[in-house]
């Protein structure tokens, strides 16, 4: 197997040319050659190809082999050069050796000519190799360097007695040293490190590295008081650093400053525990230590209080003076009762002008102490907003807390209930709570929800949920779903139906719910319209509005607005509702039935023993009460009772809807009934109808009234 070559020979004789290449052809060569005679064709030559060697003869007519070598080491400084001579003379062999020739060889010697091409020819990639070895060596260590100071992170390398030998940028900016400085110091000098909370010295991770030999990770909450004295939350770990011999030559340690990360964790735990404009605790951090209270002292005989305070002239000032007043006189009073209060207390603001104060380990009568000296503090407090003095006293709710309560929520509600009884009695007092006060406070209840039902209407905080209706005949495949009301707090939590919906029946406030959810059903209906969605939707329709004369026409109109198919509307009435109204909810049927809607007869058989009134309702669907199809698998009266039902709707052509279908047997016996519909948690949960990343769903069964 032949070597290829690529030669430049420089002489004038072709023959001598010739006996050249037959050299290197024996030798093993495959040359690929030029031959010049003259010093434009050299260059010319040069210019053209990269030679592996080049081979001059000394002595040419008009031309040398040293002008040769002097032009080729003008232009290349490594490409090697033998220079072949039949003069002899030590002065040329001097003169080319000093040029840059590489070898110098008589015409009589030419036996020495292919060991000198092999020997340059192997220098030649020798150090090739060795350059090549360098520059790959050279650029990744300027990689290395490169990717050191780029990243975010701090870099410290030592050797293996735990001293500095190199630092990037980051690692220099957070310990204060420069790398050059730090060299030769130990690690432990420029990273000093301490425990967050005791400031007590942690040992290094590169010690325990270089000692153990192996990856090291830093504790948490671990300071580094850099040489400025700037203080840094920093996150680390250190790894040994071995030689070829498996010899522990020193250890890499890599650091993130997590300063900002730390305040940042600290302030959003700070903000979700605390009020922003007081900085007292908030009430879910205040429920969450109540909570912890019971827990920790079930089966304990300490007893503890809870002080609920309500102030009695804020909305006052509030409304003469505006919210800036308001906000100030809750901070003032903020400092006050902080002033006032144990310190193994908690103090929470529990929302608008509601304080609550949580009294650990203290007894019926210490605690009372604690809300008399709060009293007395209130009332001799003055407040003044610019030119105008107020006068603002507080009522005090007591609860005491003996060690087998259990609930956090009761504790609360009878400290409101408390509170509220005071300022019953007269304001500017304290009421300890009696098990008298729970009626009392059940109206108290109640008018609370009223106002909350108002501000969430004001604040568009009740949002649409949907449950399907599922069909158990295969021929019927048309979706349907029913359409329920949540109410949001103002955290975002859901509030379900069971809670406000009886104060809002109470206080004649469901026809605006209802509204509301007719305005923004329609508006969902008719955005799913024009993309091609086919369903029908259940409203529920709630007594209030049944006796409401304008809403017939308000639903015709909220129909012409949207444009909505009225064949996808189904309104939703309880039966209680419809046959206390019966004239009312007959006319309202017919209205809307006349525009093409279809109605519902919900909660049906809960409690009347005659169907005769259907005949006057004309209605579609019979919503079978939940009560009797939960458990009709296994209990066969109520089972016999949906079978009649059934029967009985079928008769009138109005189909049948079970409600409360939270399993498979039940939906076998619904379909050997003939029961049209089935809707529950075997089939669906309700669900958000828009998916809102601050609604907070449920995870329990709620009540789906309107």
């Given amino acids: 197997m032949t070597t290829p070559l690529r030669v430049l020979i420089v002489e004038d004789c072709d023959d001598d040319a010739q006996l050249l290449l037959v050299r290197l052809r024996r030798a093993g060569y495959s040359p690929d050659y030029v031959r010049v005679d003259n010093a434009e064709d050299l260059r010319k030559a040069l210019q053209a190809h ?43 062999a001097v003169e080319a050796m000093r040029t840059g020739a590489n070898d110098y060889i008589m015409k009589e010697n030419l036996a020495r000519l292919m060991p000198a091409i092999d020997r340059e020819l192997r220098d030649v990639r020798e150090r090739t190799d060795r350059r090549r070895a360098e520059e790959a060596l050279y650029q990744e260590r300027e990689r290395a360097l490169i990717t050191l100071h780029s990243i975010g992170d701090g870099v410290i390398t030592t050797d293996a007695d735990g001293r500095v030998d190199y630092m990037n940028p980051v690692a220099e900016r957070v ?49 580094l008081i850099n040489r400025d004295g700037q203080e840094f939350h920093i996150e680390d770990s250190a790894a040994p650093i071995f030689d070829r011999d498996n010899n522990i030559i020193g250890v890499v340690l890599v ?4 300063t900002r990360e730390r305040h940042m964790a600290r302030q959003m735990v700070w903000e979700a525990t605390h009020d922003s404009l007081t900085g007292l605790v908030n009430r879910r951090e205040f429920t969450q230590r109540l909570n912890n209270l019971l827990t920790s002292g079930y089966n304990s005989q300490q007893e503890h209080a809870l002080l609920y305070l309500d102030l009695d002239q804020f909305k006052v000032i509030n409304d003469t003076c505006g919210h800036d007043a308001g906000d100030e006189l809750l901070r003032q009073l903020s400092r006050l009762l902080l002033q006032n209060v144990p310190t193994s207390s908690s103090l929470s603001r529990l929302g608008g002008d509601e304080f609550g104060v949580l009294l650990e380990n203290v007894t019926v009568e210490q605690a009372r102490e604690v809300a008399d000296r709060l009293l007395d503090t209130f009332s001799h407090f003055t407040y003044q907003w610019e030119e105008r003095r107020f006068d603002v006293g507080v009522s005090i709710g007591m609860v005491p807390i003996q060690h087998d309560a259990r609930n956090a929520s009761l504790v609360l509600s009878a400290a409101d209930v408390a509170c509220y009884v005071a300022k019953e009695g007269g304001r500017n007092r ?28 004001e604040e568009d905080r009740f949002v649409l949920y949907r449950q399907e209706i599922t069909p158990l005949n295969e021929d019927d495949q048309t979706p349907h779903c029913e359409l329920l009301v949540r109410m949001l707090d103002a955290d975002g939590q859901i509030i379900p139906p069971v809670d406000f919906i009886p104060a809002a029946e109470r206080y004649n406030l469901m026809n605006a719910i209802d509204h509301w959810v007719i305005d923004n059903a329609f508006r969902h209906i008719k955005s799913l319209q024009q993309q091609g969605h086919e369903c029908v939707y259940s409203i529920n329709l709630s007594g209030n509005s049944l006796n409401d004369e304008n809403i017939s026409g308000y639903i015709e109109q909220k129909i012409s607005e949207y444009q909505i198919h009225t064949g996808q509307l189904c309104f939703e009435v309880t039966e209680t509702a419809a046959v206390f109204n019966l004239v009312r909810a007959s006319h309202i049927i017919k209205a809307l039935k006349k525009l093409g809607c279809r109605f519902s007869l919900d909660d049906f058989g809960s409690g009347l023993s005659s169907f005769g009134y259907l005949k006057n309702l004309p209605v579609d669907f019979l919503k079978i009460d939940g009560g009797f199809v939960k458990d009709m698998n296994t209990n066969p009266m109520n089972r016999a009772i949906v079978e009649a039902i059934h029967q009985v709707g079928h008769t009138l052509s109005i189909r049948t809807i079970a409600e409360f279908v939270e399993n498979e047997a039940i939906v076998d016996q619904l379909r050997d009934i003939g029961v049209d519909y089935a809707q529950g948690y075997h089939f669906s949960r309700p669900e958000p109808l828009i998916n809102n990343s601050n609604v907070i769903p449920l995870n329990k069964k709620t009540s789906k009234s309107n």
């Fill in 50 to 92: 990269n030679w592996q060697i080049v081979i001059s003869d000394y002595a040419m007519p008009g031309f040398s082999g040293l002008e040769a070598l002097r032009i080729l080491r003008e232009q290349d400084r490594e490409t090697p050069f033998i220079l072949v001579s039949g003069t002899v003379g030590e002065e040329i």
């Fill in 175 to 223: 310990t204060g040293w420069s790398n050059g400085a730090a060299q030769g110091h130990p690690l432990t000098e420029i990273l000093p490190l301490t425990h967050e909370a005791s400031r007590i010295p942690i040992e290094s991770p590169a010690a325990v590295s270089l000692r153990t030999g192996e990856v090291v990770n830093l504790t948490e909450q671990c300071l």
């Fill in 255 to 258: 650091f993130h400053d997590a």
């Fill in 430 to 457: 304290i009421h300890v709570y009696e098990e008298s006060d729970i009626d009392l406070g059940q109206r108290h209840s109640e008018m609370h929800w009223v106002s909350r039902i108002k501000e969430a209407l």
